[in-house]
Nanobody
Framework: QVQLEESGGGLVQAGDSLRLSCAVS????????MGWFRQAPGKEREFVSC????????YYSDSVKGRFAISRDNAKDTVYLLTNNLKPEDTAVYYC????????????????WGPGTQVTVSS
């Protein structure tokens, strides 16, 4: 069983930055993808970014490309999402998840999920 726990969310103003963290524990896979998703009230969960645990290949949604940066620290089993120049439309619960698929951008491709961390951006 894999456990994930997000942290780092909060209430910020437009233009501010936050660094979200996702700590992974329990059984780990030899090679897997870590993803970040977000879900705003009344909307579907949407892909934000993902990174291969080995190889460092990264992918971003068009809505965050150039503003967000995903990274990982293998020694700490932790994945980060640096969110810069935040906008009110970035307000959502942010989730991290684990997938065994190399390039995974759909929620259905992820097997394990954290409980989420709230990010609220005021204008």
């Amino acid at each position: 069983q894999v456990q994930l726990e997000e942290s780092g969310g909060g209430l910020v103003q437009a233009g501010d930055s936050l660094r979200l963290s996702c700590a992974v524990s329990g059984r780990t896979f030899a090679s897997y993808t870590m993803g970040w998703f977000r879900q705003a009230p009344g909307k579907e969960r949407e892909f934000v970014s993902c990174i291969r645990w080995s190889g460092a290949a990264t992918y971003y949604s068009d809505s965050v490309k150039g503003r967000f940066a995903i990274s990982r620290d293998n020694a700490k089993d932790t994945v980060y999402l640096l969110t810069n120049n935040l906008k009110p439309e970035d307000t959502a619960v942010y989730y991290c998840a684990v997938s065994r698929i190399s390039i995974a951008t759909m929620p259905s491709e992820y097997e394990y999920w954290g409980p989420g961390t709230q990010v609220t951006v005021s204008s």
